[in-house]
């Protein structure tokens, strides 16, 4: 049954073309299940148009006013966000280097009025990606820094290959760089039974066999499974930059970093 009153967040999602506010329709249950098998299918679901004109304009608004006090970070890992290890070759995945730098605007700098963090504090879309994630239960970060990000890659700046420690990632783009900044993954390159070093190292050599490139409009939401898909932004270049929301769920409430991972990604504890 629709809803007598509109949403909060009804002047953030493009509601004629994206039924949130509806899954329980007949209409809301066949868009669901056209998401769940785009997903299995392409080991992505990307939604072009997703929010508005009106609130990709205004995060981008609230995005350089809150530039300032965004944490810098550059730094390089290891494909697996852990600590390189000494016993192989430099070349060998559990060793090799990347780089990633940019900006991070924390989910508490955020005021109450932004458009992504009304849309993120809805149930609605919670209800929505766990439906097409097939989760019984999801729930929404409980980390007043990690919960929902603003990422800006000013120019030079990238987010170097890796492997999600999540299991699923859900992104939202506001603003596309002058040049570079796309984003690229292998779906399903490794598994729980295969880590495929060999792929993978491949990979890292700039073999881009298999890769896909994810179509990043503003106003697109896309989400997928990034534990075991390699993906990387590349390297941004020019002066407009690449601005983008990162929103963080799990399967258990009360889910946040640890203070050494906070002290790490934002440059304070909380």
Request: net charge negative.
């Amino acid at each position: 049954m629709t809803r007598a009153t509109a949403p909060t967040y009804a002047d953030v999602v493009d509601l004629d073309r994206y039924p949130i506010h509806d899954l329980g329709s007949d209409r809301g249950r066949a868009w669901v299940a056209e998401c769940r098998e785009q997903l299995q299918r392409d080991g992505v679901c990307n939604l072009p148009g997703f929010i508005t004109a009106e609130a990709v304009a205004e995060m981008v608004r609230h995005a350089d006013a809150l530039d300032s006090a965004a944490y810098r970070t550059n730094s390089t890992h290891t494909i697996y966000l852990e600590p390189a290890d000494d016993t192989v070759p430099d070349t060998h995945p559990r060793a090799a280097q990347q780089r990633s730098a940019k900006k991070t605007i924390a989910y508490d700098q955020m005021p109450t009025e932004v458009p992504i963090r009304r849309l993120y504090e809805s149930d609605d879309l919670t209800t929505f990606i766990a439906g097409v994630l097939g989760k019984d239960e999801l729930h929404r970060s409980a980390d007043p820094l990690d919960a929902l990000t603003i990422a800006l890659y000013e120019d030079g700046d990238e987010l170097g290959w890796h492997f999600d420690r999540s299991e699923f990632s859900v992104t939202v783009m506001y603003q596309e760089a002058d040049a570079g900044g796309d984003f690229d993954y292998y779906p399903a390159l490794r598994s729980a039974e295969n880590d495929n070093y060999e792929a993978i190292e491949a990979v890292l050599a700039g073999d881009t066999d298999g890769a896909v490139r994810l179509p990043s409009a503003p106003g697109s939401l896309a989400f997928f499974h990034g534990r075991n898909a390699v993906h990387r932004v590349s390297p941004v270049a020019g002066s407009r930059p690449r601005i983008n929301s990162v929103l963080t769920y799990g399967e258990k409430p009360d889910m946040r970093l640890n203070q050494h991972t906070q002290a790490l990604f934002y440059g304070r504890t909380v």
